[in-house]
């Protein structure tokens, strides 16, 4: 047999992705993630991050952690479990509780760090996952990472969640334990899961509901307490899952829910227990954050202005946005060619959106994925729109 080559395999698997255009080329930010942004060292409208609420660069924030690196120094010095849970942690998880009306939340370094880490904890062998066709990565890891089986549901269809459910529960040995997982907002999409409907399937058959709101947090419910509070459904979701990473402005994930759900959840996510805590400048900012989210309800009320205003006016010029209801607005393009030729288009006129392509949507999916923020004013947003357009005839894609 010839001998091995132990890394060969890192390049012709690199290059096979650069052959069909699915490596990323990656764009440089110089400078905060604002409204204008300094891209590639170019001036350009920020479009595709998830800075919803426009906080990441907001002074309450950067007080808040340039503070706490004075009082509580650069790191935490540990894992939370062991000597790295500091009063900033457990005021920001009483707080995190109380925005969402919880009993209780446990803060997480980062969104994706609470769904591996709860998502094997809470089933095991004997058990079924029920999860969105169209759910998160992170969502899709955290199932892979458990020994439950595994069952899909057509996007959002309630009624093939009730018909997998009524099979499990049909079988001669029922599943020990069965939970329905979904995002709340789907960021390729920006549609919202139903999850009143979601829930009242899953109580029938007594299985535990999980969503995953990481595009919901700041953006839907009163005041951006997110997809529980909008649907007025306190209480009965199991586990709400938030991050600080997109609307709030800063990371870390979190989960709301019972005392019960946040002890079994502290004393078995092993990306809690065995990954060092959030720095405290971190966990400082992100209290501001939902501090500010209290008293500026302007941050909230321009999003969806924005947001509003900006479908409305790219439906009017006669582009596709889809099934959107939430500030992520995908322009339909079709084909991914197409779909990254609009998105050069757009950066040569100073706005910054990126294609979203195959693997990540179907291949007759391709987009370009919009990202309203609060930052933008009005007269942003018509020079984004005027850059659409042109760029959009010349496409002809409008
Ligand atoms: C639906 C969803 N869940 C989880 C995550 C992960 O969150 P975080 O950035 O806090 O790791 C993301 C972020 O991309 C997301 O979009």
């Known amino acids: 047999m010839a001998k091995r080559n132990a890394t060969e395999f890192l390049k012709t698997e690199y290059d096979a992705l650069v052959a069909q255009s699915l490596d990323w080329r990656i764009k440089k930010l110089e400078g905060p993630s604002e409204a204008h942004a300094v891209v590639d060292g170019k001036k350009v409208l920020m479009l595709c991050s998830n800075n919803y609420l426009n906080l990441s660069n907001h002074p309450r ?16 010095g540990s894992v939370r479990a062991i000597a790295g849970t500091m009063n900033l942690h457990l005021q920001l998880e009483k707080k995190i509780a109380s925005f969402k009306h919880a009993e209780a939340a446990l803060y997480y370094q980062t969104g994706f760090a609470a769904n591996a880490g709860l998502i094997p904890q809470l089933v095991g062998e004997g058990d079924v996952v029920i999860s969105d066709e169209l759910n998160h990565g992170s969502i899709i890891d955290g199932v892979r990472l458990s020994k439950a089986e595994r069952a899909i549901y057509k996007h959002c269809d309630v009624g093939d969640l009730e018909r997998v459910l009524k099979e499990l529960d049909a079988r001669p040995t029922p599943p020990r334990r069965i939970i329905v997982i979904t995002d709340g907002v789907f960021s390729m999409d920006g549609d919202i899961a139903p999850l009143k409907d979601i829930v009242n399937a899953a109580e029938v058959h007594g299985a535990m509901v999980y ?29 709400e899952m938030g991050t600080f990473s997109k609307a709030f402005g800063v990371v870390g994930g979190s989960i709301a ?38 008293t500026e309800p302007q941050h909230f009320k321009k999003l969806w202005d924005n947001t ?58 391709a987009r370009i994925r ?8 009005r007269e942003d947003l018509n020079f984004a729109l005027n850059a659409f357009e042109k760029a959009g005839k010349e496409l002809s894609i409008i």
């Not at 924030?61 to 935490?76: D, M, P, R």
Request: aromatic share 6%.
């Open 61 to 76: 924030l950067k007080e808040a952690a340039i503070k706490a690196i004075q009082t509580h120094g650069a790191g935490s």
């Open 211 to 239: 969503v995953d709101d990481a595009h919901g947090d700041g953006v839907l419910g009163e005041g951006g307490r997110g997809i529980v509070n909008h649907f007025h459904l306190e209480g009965k979701v199991h586990v």
């Open 257 to 294: 829910g019972s005392k019960d759900l946040v002890a079994f959840a502290l004393n078995k996510s092993r990306t809690w227990l065995l990954s060092g805590s959030a720095p405290p400048a971190t966990a400082a900012a992100c209290i501001a954050a939902l501090e500010v989210l209290e």
């Open 308 to 365: 509003n205003y900006f479908k409305k006016e790219l439906q009017a010029l006669g582009f596709d946005t889809g099934v959107s209801q939430t500030p992520i607005t995908p322009v339909m393009v079709g084909e991914s060619g197409k779909a990254k030729s609009l998105s050069e288009k757009l950066f040569e006129q100073g706005v910054f959106a990126l294609p979203i392509v195959f693997p990540m949507v179907a291949k007759d999916k």
């Open 370 to 377: 919009t990202m309203v923020n609060a930052g933008l004013s």
